[in-house]
């Protein structure tokens, strides 16, 4: 199965607290697991992004956290900025001999200054 | 680098019209892949293509969709003929390393498509 189900669908934060956005995952052969960024009127971009090997990886203010028993991981964004206002999308990546990435449904957060 | 270039980035066309979407993919880039964001469906895969070949068609949606790649520097994804239920965003991305662990995918700014 290829679900993977993001939440929430959207998220408000005051400016320098943390955002946290969810993604629940099916299928077991996912090998790679990004989180990519979307500001309005542009495509989606890498913003970090975690191997199942690793529990935790930290880039910045965004950090992954991974729980491969629970098939989650979720993004945190720490000391939020208007800035970060956008749509975030998990996209676990089919495994094998493939490049094939499963978007969620897309989280927008607003950070509020 | 000039990123993934795609064109045009608006076309509005008229139901039945055939509609030619173009994509540039990254120099060296060897894998391409064509998608569509819609509010209902959200981003869904269409097509991607590894060395110019087409790997997995699963997600076009019948068809009046085609897709091509006739070099490594250059795609298509024509639908004929058009139908308002195709009005969204068009992406096209590209990736370096089939099978490597770098799997970033470069998005273009995408073509906005509305059938009237």
């Known amino acids: 199965q290829q679900q993977v189900k993001q939440s929430p669908q959207s998220l408000i934060v005051q400016k320098g607290g943390i955002s946290i956005i969810n993604c629940a995952y099916e299928n077991t052969a996912f090998d790679y697991f990004p989180w990519y960024q979307q500001f309005p009127g542009k495509g989606p971009a890498l913003l970090i992004a975690i191997r199942p090997d690793v529990s935790e990886k930290k880039e910045g203010r965004f950090t992954i956290s991974f729980n491969k028993s629970a098939k989650q991981f979720s993004l945190h964004i720490m000391d939020s900025q208007p800035g970060d206002s956008a749509t975030y999308f998990c996209a676990p990546r089919t495994g094998g001999a493939t490049n094939k990435l499963i978007f969620g449904t897309g989280t927008l957060l607003a950070v509020q200054p | 680098d000039a990123g993934v270039i795609q064109s045009p980035r608006h076309e509005v066309t008229e139901m039945g019209q055939e509609v030619t979407l173009r994509c540039k993919p990254i120099s060296g880039h060897n894998s391409l892949f064509w998608y569509r964001q819609t509010m209902m469906r959200g981003l869904e895969l269409l097509i991607y293509?590894?060395?110019?070949?087409?790997?997995?068609d699963s997600g076009m949606p019948e068809d009046r969709f085609s897709a091509k790649m006739p070099n490594a520097s250059f795609s298509t994804l024509k639908i004929q003929p058009s139908e308002p239920r195709d009005s969204a965003v068009y992406f096209c991305?590209?990736?370096f390393g089939w099978g490597s662990p770098a799997y970033e995918q470069y998005f273009g700014p995408g073509t906005r498509l509305t059938v009237t």
């Open positions: 991305a590209s990736s």
């Open positions: 293509f590894n060395n110019n070949v087409p790997i997995d």
